[in-house]
Every structure is written in structure tokens, then in C-alpha cells.
């Protein structure tokens, strides 16, 4: 019998969903200009264009969280996230618990659902999010246990650009 508990592992799943998500335009591109007049299309296409940066930003975080769960590292972990953040020290806990008990978790991979542009202004974004943790294995002592797939959970993610980087300000 395996010496990690399957109800731990599953609170991993659903504690991974709390944070897992959100960014968007590493470039901070501006809003189309308002002064211009805009037909519907233009609005539309600029909303999709916006959406479509905010989930390869979004994708390129969950993969840099994915790679410092796998590597048991905190303080990577923690440098996505504004000093302070609520969501940061509890997905690093989260971390440090694993770790603490010799194991790390690889192979994350979020599902993302639906992204949807609440707000945008130079070098912050608010988005809505739904995502779930798709697939996740947690590794030590010789294991490896498949962790259960969440459900889907709907948040919304403020993120802001800090020397170049896109951070998670807030989840709620």
C-alpha cells in the first residue's frame, strides 16, 4: 500500500484549481483607439484578438507554474506571483507541503475553458477564467499516483506586468 493518501492527492487536484490560471498580452498592447470610430466587426475581432493573447499568456504561465511544482521549487513558484498575493502563498504552501513529504507534481497540465477580457489598461489585466486541472502526477519514493482531474471552476484573475513579466496580483 502506498504511504501517500489518495485524499491528500485529490485536495492537491482541487487545491491546484484555486490558482491555476489567468494573463494575458506580454506586449501591453492598448485597446483600439476610441477617438476612431469602430464598426461591430472591429470591436468583435479586437475582443477575440485580446481573448486569443490572453490564453497563450495564460497557457505560458500555467506552464512556468507547471515546471516549479515539478522541480519542488517555492521560490520559483512564488516569483509569478506580486509580493503579498494571497493566491501566491497558499499555492506555494500547497507546494511545500508536497515537497515536504518527498514528493513533486509533474505532468500538470490546466484545461483552459473560457477566457473572457474584464478590463485592460497599460500593464494590468482583469480576466474571468474557467480551467480545470486536466492531468497531474505526483511523484516520490518510488510512486507515482495519477492525481484525479478537477472540476471546472470559474475565477476572476488580476494580473500586472512587473519588470517584463505578467505576475498574479489576485484570484478571486
Known amino acids: 500500500m502506498n504511504r501517500y493518501r489518495t485524499s491528500s492527492l485529490v ?6 484549481g484555486i490558482v491555476g490560471t489567468l494573463i ?3 506586449d ?5 483607439d476610441s477617438s476612431s470610430p469602430s464598426r461591430p466587426a472591429d470591436t468583435a475581432e479586437t475582443a477575440q484578438v485580446a481573448s ?12 512556468s507554474r ?5 522541480d519542488g521549487d517555492a521560490a520559483a513558484l512564488r516569483s ?3 509580493a503579498g498575493s494571497v493566491a501566491g502563498t497558499r499555492d506555494a504552501r500547497l507546494l511545500r507541503s508536497y515537497a515536504g513529504r518527498g514528493l513533486r507534481v509533474e505532468e500538470m497540465k490546466m484545461q483552459i ?14 480576466l474571468r477564467v474557467t480551467d480545470r486541472l486536466h492531468a497531474a502526477v505526483a511523484v516520490g519514493d518510488g510512486a507515482r499516483i495519477a492525481l484525479p482531474r478537477d472540476e471546472a471552476s470559474t475565477r476572476v484573475v488580476t494580473m500586472v506586468l512587473r519588470a517584463g513579466i505578467w505576475k498574479v496580483a489576485s484570484v478571486a
Open 24 to 26: 494575458v498580452a506580454p
Open 52 to 63: 486569443a493573447t490572453a490564453v497563450d499568456v495564460l497557457r505560458g504561465w500555467d506552464l
Open 11 to 16: 485536495a492537491l487536484g482541487m487545491a491546484l
Open 80 to 82: 509569478l506571483y506580486v
Open 66 to 70: 507547471a515546471h516549479a511544482y515539478a
Open 113 to 126: 475553458l473560457a477566457v473572457d477580457v474584464l478590463a485592460h489598461s497599460q500593464g494590468r489585466w482583469r
Open 28 to 32: 501591453g498592447a492598448a485597446p483600439a
